[in-house]
């Protein structure tokens, strides 16, 4: 079956699927448990690469993914894309997992949920940030329904493995951090509401880590004290703008911050979103960051209070080309005191040349009026018509044939 012409960025080669008992997986288009059917011409995920498992007889190509900041923490590194589900699945197990799958076919990262155990974390007295659900009678109801078993959170951190996915959820309490300890985390992610929880704070650096902090509702107090934390532990972190506003207005984006936080923390950097559109991600992009997180959702039309600050399948895949696309730009930059040698031959074709506006006979001497600027440069620049006045024409030209410098007297331009 073939799945038609690799994406520009995908490394696989056509001829991949032509070795003896090879599949190539495709999982921008189908979910694992289909895969296995498949005998697609190439990958299209963006940015993937594939690896070869063992099945048998058979070869089976499946999606991993390229080195980001995640897997690689140091400052410049690629992007890590990571996709938000948090409370999305809205306690549906079932659901969680085909949001992994969603996460993997757009070429995310990293899938993330959030680890809620309520009675470790809540009470009754939280209010309500957006009263949505008419189920649940308290917050803390709602964070009891959201719960899943120690169990089924090894489910969905192997199954992102399996989609070629980092696997990430943000503790809420003390009981979470272990509990997630025990599933296993590629990193840290810190909710904007953890930052002055310094003893949970502490817990997950000292593991060694890669720490992402949020900073949605603090100032530079807190997060000096965060930071100084996991510096002290010498984990590898980066801090992330953050706007606790769903969804969150141009405005109040704070693009601005990703260079203060670099200069002030000397370290990786992130934006973690809550806009709704690609926009912000991409800016951050080209300024350049270690880590991007945006909160998706299957449909505009889904049941959630993150629904207007989430983007759906089509959405995140735009955006992961576009990052990947703007961090090849800004690894490329321009040098604009050489021309570049994929210009060079358009260069006869867009510049102009000095030409005569009629037929001139050899002798004549040119005046102003004799001379006009006309595609293609191939001959004496255009800029350089004032210079040829005052010249007489060696042989006879024809207009609008560029004129060449040997078309002229010997000692002229």
């Known amino acids: 079956m073939g799945g038609g012409p690799p994406h520009r960025h995908c490394p696989v080669k ?30 299209q995920c963006p940015a993937r690469v594939l690896k070869p498992l063992s099945t048998g007889k058979r070869r089976v190509f499946v999606a991993r993914q390229p080195k980001t900041w995640l897997s690689r923490p140091e400052p410049g590194a690629p992007a890590t894309i990571i996709a938000e589900v948090a409370q999305a699945h809205d306690g549906s197990l079932g659901q969680a997992h085909a949001y992994i799958d969603m996460a993997a076919r757009a070429g995310a990262d990293a899938v993330k949920f959030q680890t809620h155990i309520a009675d470790a974390e809540s009470s009754a007295h939280e209010p309500w940030r957006t009263r949505f659900s008419t189920q649940d009678k308290t917050r803390l109801d709602y964070w009891r329904r959201m719960e899943f078993t120690a169990e089924q959170w090894r489910g969905l951190a192997a199954h992102a493995g399996e ?44 593991d060694g880590l890669p720490v992402m902090l ?20 010498k984990a590898p972190f980066a801090v992330m703008q953050c706007t606790t506003q769903y969804p969150s207005p141009p405005e109040a984006i704070g693009l601005n911050m990703l260079d203060d936080f670099r200069r002030r923390y000397k370290t990786a950097v992130g934006l973690s979103d809550h806009s709704g559109t690609i926009y912000p991600a991409l800016a951050a992009a080209a300024i350049g960051v270690e880590v991007i997180e945006v909160h998706i959702t299957m449909s505009r039309e889904m049941f959630g209070p993150d629904v207007p600050a989430s983007l759906t399948g089509d959405d995140l895949r735009r955006l992961v ?5 703007l961090e090849t730009a800004r690894a490329h930059p321009a040098d604009k005191n050489t021309i570049d040698k994929a210009v060079e031959p358009l260069r006869a074709i867009f510049l102009k040349s000095v030409v005569l506006r009629e037929n001139l006979a050899a002798g004549t001497v040119l005046r102003r009026d004799h001379l006009t600027a006309k595609k293609p440069g191939t001959g004496i620049p255009a800029c350089e018509i004032e210079s040829v006045i005052g010249c007489a024409l060696a042989r006879d030209v024809e207009a609008d044939r560029p004129l060449q410098r040997d078309d002229l007297t010997q000692g002229t331009p």
């Open 321 to 325: 080309e576009g990052v990947r696309f």
């Open 214 to 233: 949020s900073t949605g509702m603090s100032a530079y107090g807190e997060i000096d004290a965060a930071a100084a934390i996991i510096k002290k532990a």
């Open 14 to 43: 056509p001829e991949d699927d032509e070795k003896p008992g090879a599949i190539v997986l495709c999982l921008r288009k189908h979910t694992p448990s289909a895969l296995a059917l498949l005998h697609c011409r190439a990958c």
């Open 163 to 206: 989609a070629g996915l980092l696997f990430l959820s943000s503790p809420f309490s003390m009981e979470a951090v272990d509990l997630l300890r025990d599933v296993g985390v590629a990193g840290w992610k810190v909710a904007s509401g953890e930052i002055t929880n310094h003893q949970m704070l502490a817990a997950m650096a000292g």
